[in-house]
């Protein structure tokens, strides 16, 4: 099982950018595919990014919603992901959730271990 902590949201102005991290109490964070889930009030989890190991040519997937604003990225000898928010609006606003899984795949279920999350919230 891996113990994941997220840091780094807050309020911000829409427009604004905001930088989350997350990280992970393993010795074998690089094995491990991490992604960002958030998710709204009275929603369903939704799927924002997702890195490979490398996050090479490939090793990153983004939501429709996010991508060109966005930016997942890791570092492996940190055991940290983080994630770029730039231009952020209001409909971002939401709980941000980092989670870990053994391949690469958008489906929440398939992600076994989560963060406590962070919330972020974006004002108009």
């Known amino acids: 099982q891996v113990q994941l902590v997220e840091s780094g949201g807050g309020l911000v102005q829409a427009g604004g950018s905001l930088s989350l991290s997350c990280t992970a109490s393993?010795?074998?964070?690089?094995?491990?595919?991490m992604a960002w889930f958030r998710q709204a009030p009275g929603k369903e989890p939704e799927f924002v990014a997702t890195?490979?190991?490398?996050?090479?040519?490939?090793?990153?997937i983004y939501a429709d919603s996010v991508k060109a604003r966005f930016t997942i990225s890791r570092d492996n000898a940190k055991n940290t992901v983080y994630l770029q928010m730039n231009s952020l609006k209001p409909e971002d606003t939401a709980v941000y959730y980092c989670?870990?899984?053994?391949?690469?795949?958008?489906?929440?279920?398939?992600?076994?271990?989560w963060g406590q999350g962070t919330q972020v919230t974006v004002s108009s």
């Open positions: 393993t010795r074998t964070f690089a094995n491990y595919v």
């Open positions: 989670a870990a899984a053994k391949f690469l795949t958008t489906m929440p279920g398939e992600y076994k271990d």
């Open positions: 890195i490979t190991w490398s996050g090479g040519d490939g090793g990153t």
